[in-house]
């Protein structure tokens, strides 16, 4: 067996509001588990949940992934940004076409993420949270493909695209050109070994698959930290 995507973990200067912004917008609840910290626990087949980590610096510059939510009519869309925006989101520019459908919009610590409009066929069979969409490179995506062991269902001019076979969103990654990566990112996967199963053989196939070990051991909560093939930070979780 893999290991499973445990959560996406957001480092946060305000985690509590972040995570109310993010449990506002997703209509998910905190989770009761004080070993996980402030989380959000996911309402529908998204599989995995959100964790809000304190942290004191800044954002600065663009993170490589973010979330494209679905819509599933104009009106939808609307009311989506609209409530984000209430929630304290607000309205970006990275670069769109003023004609693009699909509105760009930062949540309060400026993490971006995409409201998509309605009849998009990529994202046509997904749920609310139609994909986490990643800046990374082919071979990353077979990474995480051999990694979590979800097939690949988009693999064309060096993009590709990875979904749990029990649905839920889609992972994807744009392909070159890769935007150049300045510090630790802001959002990372924590990783659980499969049930009983051995952390440190979990870390050894990750190896093998061509990740790197960021750190010389486990820190105090157990946890083995890593990167993978394009430096992008995850940990492995210790065994429950």
């Not at 051991?217 to 430096?231: K, L, Y």
Request: net charge negative; glycine share 12%; charged share 25%.
């Amino acid at each position: 067996m893999t290991c499973q995507l445990h959560a996406l973990c957001f480092t946060a200067y305000d985690p509590l509001r972040l995570a109310r912004f993010w449990g506002g917008v997703l209509g998910w609840g905190t989770d009761g588990d004080a070993r996980d910290g402030l989380a959000l626990l996911p309402k529908d087949d998204t599989g995995f949940r959100l964790r809000f980590l304190p942290g004191q610096e800044r954002k600065t510059g663009q993170n490589r992934m973010h979330f494209d939510l679905t819509s599933s009519s104009l009106e939808d869309q609307q009311e989506t940004v609209a409530r984000a925006l209430e929630l304290g989101a607000r309205h970006i520019d990275i670069g769109q076409d003023p004609d693009d459908d699909h509105v760009v919009l930062a949540d309060p610590e400026g993490n971006e993420f995409c409201v998509i409009e309605p009849g998009n066929r990529f994202l046509a069979d997904c749920g609310f949270v139609g994909a986490l969409a990643c800046d990374g490179s082919q071979e990353v995506g077979y990474f995480w493909s051999e990694a979590l062991g979800w097939p690949l269902v988009w693999d064309q001019d060096q993009e590709t695209a990875i979904r749990s076979p029990l649905g839920g969103p889609k992972i994807t990654w744009g392909g070159p050109p890769l935007m150049p990566k300045t510090g630790k990112n802001r959002l990372h996967f924590d990783l659980a070994p499969p049930l009983h199963g051995d952390q440190q053989a979990e870390v050894d196939r990750l190896v093998s698959l061509g990740a790197t070990r960021a750190g010389t051991g486990r820190d105090a909560s157990g946890r083995v930290a890593m990167t993978d093939p394009d430096g992008n930070e995850f940990c492995v979780l210790p065994p429950r």
